[in-house]
């Protein structure tokens, strides 16, 4: 429901802006200047409530897509300035501007504007991406975090040693890099011995745990060195 009052409010700010500005025909008049100055701020009312729907649609990314409707708001206030300072010109003065000023300005402004919104998008992108590969190397400690946890449950005459696994785990630095991914896998298939052992009390379970901890701390040590 709120996302729908949402979009009805985008659709509602926009129609506003628009027949406010369209209103200006009724007490300006109406000259070339203005008439394309008029075209030009329903393009950026339609920039602002595409770009405000832009960001309702991505609510993960919500902080980075306000950036959207914000920067295209500072256009249109922009273009708005620029607009009237040459339509107050062209109204009241003998020598006004050039049209083909009024028309540069204007496309250097939509570039700038433009190339704006293309850098935000692309910075949130690289940012997503870069928070997924975080996130998935965190789920695979977390995961191994857990498998040490259980087997702890199983065996807790080995907890101590179990527990430092866990504890070690848990510390370790989330970030990865493909040159170390051998030393992750090597982790997991250790622990993965553990939980094939069979019997109540595995007394090789120690001597595992301490090698994975040799394992944990010479992976932790190499990724240091590749920062």
Known sequence: MNTQNNRQGAFLISAIMAVVLTALFLVVPVTLTFVIAYILALLGIGMFCGGTLYMMS???AFSWFAAFPMTIWRYITAQLCLSATFVVRDLFWVDSFPLGLFVFLHIVLLG????LLILIKGGKDIIQMKDAEVKQKVNTLRLMQADVESIM???PQHEESLKKVAEAIRYSDPMSNPAIAFYDEQIQRS??????LEGNDPASIPEICESILKQIADRNARLKLMK
């Open 58 to 60: 991505n609510p993960k």
């Open 112 to 115: 700038f504007f433009a190339i």
């Open 153 to 155: 449950r199983q065996h």
């Open 191 to 196: 622990i993965f011995s553990i939980t094939g």
